[in-house]
């Protein structure tokens, strides 16, 4: 690792441990009064320092500092006691789980159904039977479809406040996620997709947007994937508390059969931050392998086919403030496919060679939202530089298949699925969604499939 990114990792964790600290201020009141009691204890303790004249003196300085003692705990921190990933000798860890636990049922992630306004727009989970994937996706071709063809797709912002704090365990989590150090944690601020598929589809009415933050998405996304493990008395892991008892589904039977579907009003439950992935293809017309480190919040140690990220606050002036909701993403996808290899300078080019391909929901991820599109090199030197940010990205390597036409993609997810390629859940939606268009080229296509087809050959031959 470089002295460079050894230097963003340590800003990060100092960083990451500051944002923490103002989190809890904001929603734990206990916490607040003990940070507020702490800061006036060194407050008078500094000052009876500087006022130093008597015994009496001494002993209040030696009163005082006892206090911060008693409110920092042995550990010399502000955090509290209940939420420190080690305290009293017993460790707390965190992992994800793939089962839902909703009272008595325990359910696989992969068999949580669409919420009814997108069950009725088609969306359905197509990799459930191949089992390419540990996590599953919900995905509607029709949506898909609308999203590439629509003239223009308006947007507006939403500044309702939401409150996601559930439970104190959900503080825990994020606690534990921040302070072992071992994933980038800064509470960065975001571009959520606060609607429902339907708007996509929907040329009457705009998209709504809201400004959210990574915690937030720690606080719900995440958490509500993860079982929290202590160490007992005996030194062995028992579970803490299983936090997908929160993961917003409600309860269906039918036939006789227990299901568990998105609830309406899933959206207000947990942040959708909006995830951004665009397969890349090289000046060589290959796609890209990016080899994501160890440190990466989201998809450590598993292989990306481009750029992957977050849609950023940022973005919307960085962009121009577009009317058009594709148009932002198409930027933010340039974004990260340039962050990613390095390749910043020529982010104007790239724009202008990426397109918006599909949607899907990350269930997972308590159904996150996730646009999915396809770079192409241009006159970009992907492959020739070879070039990563060292950070994130620690290998850059290309598919062996020339891809000249859609139908090309058939034989990437081959590769892909002989050699084992631990591939992200949005790179291989990305991947998934350009053989779905590949068959749009058939007799039987409808129109509108067929000029997709047309539109995304064209884009690949560079015309």
Known sequence: M???????????????????????????????????????????????IWSWMTIYDIIAAALDASIIAVQLGGDMTVIPADYRPSHGGIPYTAANSTYISYHELSVPMSEVLPAPVENA?????????????????????????????????????????????????????????????????????LMAFQDTAD???????????????????????????????????????????????????????????DFLRFRPDFLTRVSMHTGITSLLLTENRRVALLYQGSTKAVGANMVCLGGSGSLEYKDMKRAG?????????????????????????????????????GFFRWIDRCGLPEFVGLTRAGNVPFAKQRTIDGDEVIRFEEVPVTVNR????????????????????????????????????AESATPEQKEIYRRVSNFIAGS
């Open 406 to 441: 859609p139908e090309d993609f058939h034989a990437v997810l081959a590769y892909i699925r002989t050699h084992e390629i631990r591939s992200a859940l949005s790179s291989f939606m990305a991947l998934n969604r350009m053989t779905v268009i590949a068959g749009y080229g």
């Open 199 to 257: 708007a996509l589809v929907d040329a009457s009415r705009p998209v709504t947007l809201r400004k959210a933050w990574y915690y937030d998405g720690l606080l719900t996304l995440e958490a509500f994937r993860s079982r929290i493990f202590r160490g007992n008395l005996q030194h062995e892991t028992e579970v803490y508390t299983d936090l997908t008892t929160y993961f917003p589904v409600n309860r269906e039977t039918t036939g006789g059969k």
């Open 321 to 357: 403030t577009p009317k058009n909701f594709r148009d932002l993403l198409v930027y933010a996808m340039a974004r990260e496919v340039c962050e990613e290899t390095g390749m910043e300078k020529y982010l104007d080019e790239v724009r202008a060679n990426t397109m918006v391909t």
């Open 2 to 48: 470089s002295p460079s990114v050894k230097a963003l990792n340590l800003y990060r964790n100092v960083r990451g441990r500051w944002s923490l600290m103002l989190f809890f201020f904001r929603w734990d009141k206990d916490y607040r009064k003990d940070l507020i009691t702490t800061i006036l204890a060194f407050t008078i303790l500094v000052y009876e």
């Open 121 to 189: 727009l088609g969306f359905c989970n197509p990799v459930s039977a191949v089992k390419t994937c540990k996590e599953s996706p919900l995905v509607s071709d029709r949506v898909d479809d609308a999203l590439m063809l629509r003239d223009s797709i308006p947007w507006r912002e939403d500044n309702t406040p939401l409150n996601f704090v559930f439970s104190r365990h959900q503080l825990r989590y994020i606690a534990i996620r921040v302070l072992n150090k071992l994933q980038h944690t800064t509470n960065g601020m």
